[in-house]
């Protein structure tokens, strides 16, 4: 996945450490992940986005373990979280939420489609 989108960006720091994020080793750490690549303690895309996707990558079928596996990385974990998490969420669709989280959710408007 990292490798596919790494290509697409235009030549920047974003698409850079998605380059390095694509060449982490498999079982590399949580930690050692976002001080390579950053975990958004800069407050900038090249210091968020290619930790966040590396994250997602690494579970890209299970929100809860994405979320989990990113709030890890410490840094600005709202964000490196709803990157990861959004990703993994448009692929996963609602089903990937447990139902606990549902369930303990605010009430959302009436009139809001959840489809």
């Known amino acids: 996945m990292l490798d596919e989108i790494a290509g697409r960006p235009a030549d920047s720091d974003v698409r850079s450490g998605l380059r390095i994020a694509a060449r982490l080793p498999d079982g590399t750490t949580v930690r050692h992940a976002a001080h390579v690549l950053g975990s958004g303690l800069l407050i900038s895309a090249p210091d968020t986005?290619?930790?966040?996707?590396?994250?997602?990558?690494?579970?890209?079928?299970s929100l809860p373990d994405a979320l989990w596996h990113t709030l890890e990385g410490w840094g600005d974990m709202d964000t490196t979280t709803a990157i990861a998490g959004g990703v993994v969420a448009a692929r996963t669709g609602l089903a990937g939420v447990p139902a606990s989280w549902s369930a303990a959710r605010e009430a959302l408007p009436p009139d809001l489609p959840l489809t």
Do not use: C, E, K, Y
């Open 49 to 61: 986005v290619p930790f966040a996707l590396w994250s997602a990558a690494g579970h890209p079928d």
